[in-house]
């Protein structure tokens, strides 16, 4: 896998704010205008201010898709007070006749995707005081390779659905065995209509390395959210980065939607199936602005579930000034029952423990 040396992207720092937006917009303006793009809605899409943020939010859209995805989302951290970057992956966009014998330019080494979001990360450390990182899908994976890779470097984390896997093992042993075509059987918004799984299979190569990676430290805090409709990834290794990256970093974080929601894997946008993209939103900046560890948020949860409101159950912990106002959204979020039974047989474990302590021995 590629590394960075944090000290490049320290000496980029130096260059003055101006005319790093002007060069931005300009050369990307260039490049993408020259590709063609297919679709003006896979342009990159730049939220800057005129001056420097105290964090700048870096998003990667998912795979063969367009950087749309996240302008919902980018707009309101925009109006937060945030510059946001959703820059344009490599490889896609392009207008093409594409098809099996002309098959769309997604790159097939994982090189080139790490060498972009190293890029990135750079530009966006120019941009503000701390760098927030996001992705869908296979930019959720990127995201999640920084975070582990740049740690330092990065404030907060948050992955939609990253692809680590699918959620039918056969499905991986296919893509990493295989060099066919696939067709999508349904578009929800501009994207290309098919790939070679050899695209897939960089992605799948970044993915099963992040959940290797994440056994040790450092880890950036990240927030993973799922969803049990999302047919696409696999859940149970969305948990399972989480429980990896908790045991390195405390303030990392995890949601699954529950399935009566029925929030698809293209779950950034209502266009694209998610009727509660207000919601996720929401989430999303709730963990930007909060400085809350797991613990914290589960030790809230359970007193909000003995009657008590969130006002009150964080005055009672004295976390005033760790919580994000679009917090209270989020926690109507937490899986409170879970937490519950969890800390009853918790209990249970811990009181026949101190009972055997206890117990006389025979004579």
């Not at 995707?113 to 890029?119: D, G, N």
């Not at 949601?255 to 929601?261: A, E, G, I, M, P």
């Not at 709730?286 to 969130?310: C, H």
């Not at 106002?325 to 519950?340: C, E, H, L």
Request: net charge positive; proline share 6%; hydrophobic share 40%.
């Amino acid at each position: 896998m590629v590394k960075a040396a944090s000290t490049s992207i320290e000496s980029a720092r130096k260059l003055p704010y101006d005319k790093v937006t002007k060069a931005i917009t300009r050369d990307v303006g260039i490049r993408e205008e020259a590709l063609p793009l297919f679709d003006p809605a896979c342009g990159s899409r730049f939220f800057l201010h005129p001056h420097l943020t105290p964090k700048v939010c870096l998003f990667f859209h998912g795979f063969t898709a367009g950087p749309y995805q996240f302008v919902p989302l980018g707009e309101r951290l925009f109006k937060a007070g945030y510059n946001v970057l959703i820059p344009l992956m490599p490889g896609h966009g392009k207008a093409g006749n594409w098809s099996k014998d002309n098959p769309p330019p997604l790159p097939t080494d994982a090189k080139d995707y790490l060498k972009y979001a190293l890029q990135w990360l750079k530009i966006a450390r120019m941009l503000g005081d701390k760098a927030v990182v996001g992705g869908l899908s296979g930019g959720g994976t990127l995201a999640g390779w920084l975070a582990l890779e740049q740690a330092n470097n990065i404030d907060r984390a948050i992955l939609f659905a990253p692809y680590l896997s699918s959620s039918n093992r056969v499905i991986d042993l296919f893509v990493k065995t295989f060099d066919d075509y696939f067709e999508w059987s349904k578009l929800s918004g501009p994207s290309y209509q098919g790939f070679p799984l050899a695209a897939l299979r960089a992605i799948l190569t970044i993915g099963q390395f992040n959940l290797k990676r994440a056994r040790k430290g450092p880890v950036a805090p990240m927030f993973i959210i799922s969803s049990e409709s999302d047919k696409a990834v696999s859940n149970s290794d969305h948990h399972r980065l989480f429980e990896l990256a908790l045991e390195h970093q405390p303030k990392c974080w995890y949601n699954r939607f529950d399935r009566v929601l029925d929030i698809p894997h293209t779950m950034m946008t209502e266009s694209e199936g998610n009727k509660f993209q207000n919601l996720l939103n929401v989430m999303a900046k709730a963990y930007i602005e909060s400085d809350l560890t797991w613990s914290e948020v589960e030790e809230i949860a359970y007193r909000m579930t003995k009657r008590k409101t969130f006002k009150s159950v964080v005055a009672e912990l004295n976390l005033q000034d760790k919580v994000s106002r679009d917090m209270p959204a989020m926690m109507t979020m937490v899986d409170k029952w879970s937490i519950v039974v969890s800390r009853e047989l918790d209990g249970r474990r811990v009181g026949r423990s101190r009972r055997r302590r206890q117990r006389p021995r025979d004579r």
